[in-house]
């Protein structure tokens, strides 16, 4: 269907290709858009036999009069196998019917992308209100079917929720085209700009691979710097499903900003982080006992707090920590002594130093 916008612009456009004045016709006869705008919005009445006999008419002066319109000729506008209007082309019949088809094909065409953006246009704010709704706390089930049927979506797909925030809004075009590297399927993944600083995406969990959201997301980093951050859930199938997947992105973005500051974060990863952060307020009773907590501090003690997660790490052994930690191994023994005086807990016991780096964790979430 034309639209008075679109008409407009091609009308314009097409005039000043040609050098002869376009009106752009609607099927019941009404300019819609012309080079010369004193014409847009008068009724043109030879339309209506070019529309329904999908042929041309060539109109001299006393034609035009009764069609009351301006000598020159008048196509058919045909886009997907439907008439959806007329295309004139003003002067004499016999000047303009040369430039009639070649102007016509480009009307067409013209009309043809319109109507392929405005399509593009519909389907992201289609899937963007998908995507509100499936993050309902009490879903429309009625609602969501109905956009999934326009969108010719199965819901009942695996797919795997993606959150991407981004840290300098201004570069929103550039992560769009990234982000766009990442879908195969397009008639299968869901992606919606949903805020100025924010995307999200249910990709397909066929179509899921960590591997490349990395090769891409360290590409960002080269040529933008660290601009976003991007969580990442684990795949679901169910309507409710779509909701637990993105608080999952959600969580893990949050998590790993507290503990790491930029990156990629799957919350695969975090499953201990995110049990500690689900039950925010018992944390906040349980740090209260540890009157020494302060002196783990992250901030205020940043080499025992490095000391507890590197033997964690490097999985209770002296030599490996301390080669890793660039110190010697009596000085890692002496901090970890450091640790017991202050804390109590001994680091060198797996179980008291598993309640030491639980702990720390639980401080850095807070």
């Known amino acids: 269907m034309l639209t008075k916008t679109t008409a407009m612009e091609i009308a314009k456009k097409t005039t000043a290709i040609c050098g002869y004045n376009i009106l752009i016709i609607d099927e019941k006869g009404n300019i819609l858009g012309s080079g010369d705008v004193e014409r847009v919005g008068h009724y ?8 329904k006999f999908e042929r041309i008419l060539m109109e001299k002066q006393d034609e035009a009069i009764r069609n009351q319109a301006l000598p020159g000729v008048v196509l058919p506008i045909k886009v997907d196998h439907n008439i959806i209007g007329a295309v004139g082309i003003t002067g004499n019949p016999e000047d303009v019917f040369k430039f009639g088809k070649l102007i016509q094909n480009q009307v067409e065409m013209m009309c043809m992308q319109e109507m392929s953006h405005h399509i593009s246009t519909l389907k992201l704010q289609s899937q963007k209100f998908l995507i509100q709704e499936l993050l309902e706390n009490d879903p ?17 797909k695996s797919r795997v ?5 981004l840290l300098h809004p201004s570069l929103d075009y550039v992560i769009k085209d990234v982000l766009n590297q990442l879908i195969i399927d397009k008639k299968n993944t869901i992606f919606a700009h949903m805020k100025e600083d924010h995307w999200i995406m249910f990709l397909p969990y066929y179509e899921y691979s960590y591997y490349k959201i990395k090769t891409i997301y360290e590409r960002i980093l080269k040529n933008f710097g660290n601009c976003c ?3 990442i859930g ?4 169910r309507i409710k499903g779509y909701r637990t997947s993105y608080k999952q992105a959600e969580n893990a973005l949050f998590i790993g900003k507290k503990l790491r500051g930029h990156g990629i974060f799957n919350i695969e990863d ?12 018992k944390t906040e009773e349980d740090l209260s006992q540890f009157k020494w907590l302060k002196k783990l501090n992250p901030y205020k003690t940043p080499l025992l707090v490095e000391t507890i997660n590197a033997f ?7 030599s490996v920590t301390a080669k890793h930690l660039y110190i010697h191994r009596n000085t890692l023994l002496y901090r970890l002594d450091k640790i ?3 804390t109590g807990l001994n680091p060198k016991n797996f179980h008291e130093l598993m309640e030491l780096w639980l702990i720390n964790k639980l401080f850095c979430l807070k």
């Open 44 to 51: 043109h009445g030879g339309v209506q036999e070019v529309v």
């Open 140 to 156: 429309d089930r009625d609602k969501i079917e109905k956009l999934a049927d326009l969108l010719n979506l199965d819901l009942h």
């Open 161 to 165: 929720a993606i959150s991407v925030r």
């Open 229 to 231: 951050l991007v969580g």
């Open 234 to 237: 684990k795949a679901n199938d």
């Open 270 to 281: 975090y499953w201990v982080e995110e049990l500690m952060w689900e039950n925010e307020s």
């Open 312 to 318: 964690c790490k490097y999985n209770l052994n002296v």
């Open 340 to 342: 017991e005086d202050e």
